[in-house]
């Protein structure tokens, strides 16, 4: 079924392209750091030496490994987009159900949170929460982050959730005694899977975005090394006045074609699911 579901997806030239860059950098950063066995936090005496045969990407101001830390960086800024992505989509999800569901006052209670959260600047909320904790592990930095993605996408589910209400099969189904969690799992969430998937697309993006923003500002996770964190290192040493290239822009690159190929592929499956959009 859900094969049968994005068939069309690999007919898109966007798609293709989208989905292509973005499998190259999930497999470096799953299988790259399989392969390339250096430890990325390592000091040795080769300090700031530019790319070669030994460090294929340099070294920092410590003699670590630019290319290992890379590969490791890549799969934790990876690991916090889809965390964030799945607690966005899971409170998102929740909320905009019950509130097509049940109506009322639930649904004004749950919207009204909604809004509250919707018009909060998420990004001050997750840097004030995150300057609470000395120690911050990647998990909670993906917890933080999620929990403050999900308004619009709740608010777009109870929206789409309640015009099916008043079709015919729903209709049925509340006729035959279908309790409200029943109701919403096998009647209405079906058939806003392509949707939710987009969106898990762009949660995901915002993840990996937010935790680059926090680590530039050093409210990062404390332990371990992303990509958001090797930029927040490359900034502390001034490795862009001092010409050190090899040390911010591979974290850079992979940051901007990560996200700009999550971007490219939600744009395609708004294309191809979206009618008003689909090419004729």
Known sequence: MFLIMIKPLFKNKKFLVGISIFLFFLLLGILGPVFYKVDPMEMTWDWEKPPSSEHPLGTDTYGRDILAQLLHGIRASLYVGFLAAVISLSIGTVIGSLSAVKRGIVDDTLMAITNIVLTTPS????????????VRSIEMVAVILGLFQWPWYAR???????????????????????????????????????????????????????????????????????????LQWAVLMEAVRRGLWWWFVPPGVAIVAITAS????STAMDEVFNPRLREE
């Open 123 to 134: 990004i001050l909320i997750a840097i004030l929460i995150a300057s609470y904790f000395r």
């Open 262 to 265: 999550l971007l490219v592929i």
């Open 156 to 230: 777009a589910i109870r929206a789409q959730l309640m015009s099916l209400m008043a079709r015919d099969y729903v209709n049925l189904s509340i006729l035959a005694g279908y309790s409200d969690l029943r109701l919403a799992v096998e009647d209405l969430i079906p058939s806003i899977a392509t949707y939710a998937f987009m969106s898990f697309v762009l949660f995901i993006n915002g993840g990996i975005m937010g935790e680059a923003g926090l680590s530039l500002i050093g409210l990062g996770p404390t332990r371990g090394i992303s990509l958001g964190i090797m």
